[in-house]
């Protein structure tokens, strides 16, 4: 049987810092989203997929990552590289995933890709994405968070309600709380503790830590 491993994903837009490299799960599988492969060869990560239409991919990484497999796909597709690339990871059966980059660029794929990171499809793996000096998790039951105290995060339901949250290591705790999907309630909260435990009852909750330490 095939070893599983955790994978991470090197998506388009703005790259990923360079410090984001040294908390990456170790061995993992690494997956370009089209032009995430320029990022990742800069960063100098040995690339084993590559997914998307390739429409902003360069020539030169194309040619560097010769020897990593490719997903193409029509420029027509329904789907961003980022959801693809998800999509092929979710289907190595892995349980974790860390996605690099593609927080810039356009404003309606960063709210797409938002939304395409909290769905039921993949709330088999624990994702996390570093995005800039940004960390963004998806919690569906339990988590924990790591930052320094005074670090602010912001706590979002995602698609519907998030019920049932509770946290400890906060200033503002929740007990049992409902944080509803069209109200910032949870923006700005702080950690009084270097780890912070989240849970909930149903739903899906985003943690966004707006400026964590790569």
Known sequence: MAEVRPVVIVAGGSPPPAGALEDLPVPAL?????????????????????????????????????????????????????????????????????ILGGHGGRLDHLFGNMAVIASPRFATADIEWV????????????????????????????????????SHGLKWELHGEELQWHESRGVSNEFIRPVVSLGLESGVLLSIQPAAEA
Request: charge should be negative; hydrophobic fraction near 45%; aromatic fraction near 0%.
């Open 131 to 166: 995005a800039g000096a940004a960390r963004i998790h998806v919690i569906h039951d339990q988590a924990e968070l790591h930052g320094t105290p005074g670090e602010l995060v912001t706590l979002l339901g995602v698609g519907g309600p998030a019920t049932g949250v509770w």
């Open 30 to 98: 690494v997956i370009a989203a089209d032009s995430g492969l320029d990022h990742a060869i800069h960063l100098g990560m040995s690339v084993d997929l590559i997914v998307g239409d390739l429409d902003s991919v360069s020539t030169a990484g194309l040619e560097t990552a010769a020897n990593a497999r490719i997903e193409r796909h029509s420029p027509d597709k329904d789907a961003t590289d980022l959801e693809l690339a998800l999509q092929a990871a979710i289907a190595t059966g892995t349980d974790r995933i860390v």
